[in-house]
């Protein structure tokens, strides 16, 4: 069993910058492929950024490219997703995954573990 509890969401104007934060406990986080997900009101859960277990390989989705930067430091049990030049598009509830086979998924249906999810508002 894995417990992920994400921080870090706030109202930010358009332009700016937030860093979510998301703690794991309860499994060895190394070996872990982590993600992040949004959920936007009425829509459906998307896909934003992942990591795979060492930290060498990421992926992300083409809305966000070149404007957020997720890492992990294994030693310290904990992923981050940097945002810069927020958008209010970026607006949504954000949550930090956890999946077992170690790789860094784009799909939902991948992902175990769920943190209950913080949210992001950017206003214009």
């Known amino acids: 069993q894995v417990q992920l509890v994400e921080s870090g969401g706030g109202l930010v104007q358009a332009g700016g910058s937030l860093r979510l934060v998301c703690v794991a406990s309860?499994?060895?986080?190394?070996?872990?492929?982590m993600g992040w997900f949004r959920q936007a009101p009425g829509q459906e859960r998307e896909f934003v950024a992942a990591i795979n277990w060492s930290g060498y390989s990421t992926t992300y989705a083409d809305s966000v490219k070149g404007r957020f930067t997720i890492s992990r430091d294994n030693a310290k049990n904990t992923v981050w997703l940097q945002m810069n030049s927020l958008k209010p598009e970026d607006t949504a509830v954000y949550y930090c995954?956890?999946?077992?086979?170690?790789?860094?998924?784009?799909?939902?249906?991948?992902?175990?573990?769920w943190g209950q999810g913080t949210q992001v508002t950017v206003s214009s």
């Open positions: 995954a956890a999946e077992a086979g170690g790789w860094r998924s784009p799909l939902v249906e991948e992902y175990e573990y």
């Open positions: 309860g499994r060895t986080f190394s070996s872990l492929g």
